[in-house]
């Protein structure tokens, strides 16, 4: 059972424009998230998380959308950068209920176009 | 930030025999995990490295194919035993600072089975 989903494998962006990669998750119990980007041959590295209290956080080109109510997060890259193709994976975990694992979707290949 | 050094980055094996993958980071950590990320697939919790006891698996990981040591709380490896083509993998070290929030990961191990 995919709790965390990725439904686009790829997505390809102009260079400049904005990237949106997004995640659903099926357990409600989730209540905080967060992207990771892995080049190849590298192990993931950690972007951005957001707190189920919150509905967006900022880091400079990187926001994160959170829509509780639908289960869905959202991930915005602007503008977007060559460096920026890799493969970016969304996770979840519930932390007040003991069950702190990480749980990872299967991933977005993003590839900026120059 | 520390740095996470897993080796070795990369191996290939005959089926059969085991292979030990070292993690050490350069600083004192208590929560330190194994993952695997299996080719298209989404990287899955094999176990959490426990400094001075043992390992607490995952759902459908074994110690007797996956045995961990931590003997403290800057190094841990990861054993896998009895390989077969199905073990063909990446292998990821990952550690947390603070419990519950982001987890940082090695380089990871990429190992082939033949």
């Known amino acids: 059972d995919q709790q965390v989903k990725q439904n686009s494998p790829s997505l390809s962006v102009q260079e400049g424009r904005i990237s949106i990669l997004n995640c659903d998750y099926t357990?409600?119990?989730?209540?905080?998230f967060l992207w990771y980007k892995k080049y190849p041959a590298e192990g993931p590295t950690f972007l951005i998380s957001?707190?189920?209290?919150?509905d967006k956080n900022e880091d400079g080109r990187f926001t994160v959308f959170l829509n509780k109510s639908a289960k869905h997060l959202s991930l915005h890259i602007v503008p977007s950068q060559p460096g920026d193709s890799a493969v970016y994976f969304c996770?979840?975990?519930?932390?007040?209920?003991?069950?702190?694992?990480?749980?990872f979707g299967t991933g977005t290949r993003l590839t900026i176009i120059p | 930030s520390a740095v996470i050094s897993q080796k070795p980055s990369r191996d290939i094996c005959q089926r059969g025999t085991s292979l030990t993958i070292q993690c050490q980071v350069d600083?004192?950590?208590?929560?330190m995990f194994w993952y695997r990320q299996q080719p298209g697939q989404s990287l899955t919790l094999i176990a959490t490295?426990?400094?001075?006891?043992?390992?607490?698996?995952e759902s459908g990981f074994v110690i007797d194919k996956f045995p961990i040591s931590r003997p403290n709380l800057t190094f841990s490896t990861l054993t896998v035993s009895n390989m077969s083509p199905e073990d063909s993998s990446i292998y990821l070290c990952?550690?947390?600072?603070?419990?519950?929030?982001?987890?940082?990961f090695g380089q990871g191990t990429r190992l082939t089975v033949v």
């Open positions: 990952s550690v947390e600072w603070t419990k519950g929030t982001e987890a940082f």
């Open positions: 357990n409600s119990m989730f209540d905080y």
């Open positions: 957001i707190s189920s209290i919150k």
């Open positions: 996770a979840a975990r519930s932390v007040p209920f003991g069950n702190e694992k990480l749980t």
């Open positions: 600083s004192q950590v208590t929560m």
């Open positions: 490295a426990n400094q001075g006891s043992e390992a607490t698996y």
